[in-house]
């Protein structure tokens, strides 16, 4: 028992100390942190749009 309590410490420790990176990247595009960003190249990217007179007939 007590080495089954070791082992799950051990790998505890293992996934936190190789995952922790990943969390810390990953954290602000779950937490949709980057979305007023996202909306406002989406909107330049709209208004960067041909108009009318750009297109050849």
Known sequence: MLWLIALVLLLQALFHWTLEPAIRWLTPLFE????????????IWFLAGRTDSDRTR
């Open 32 to 43: 949709l942190r980057v979305l007023p960003l996202l909306l406002g190249l989406l909107g």
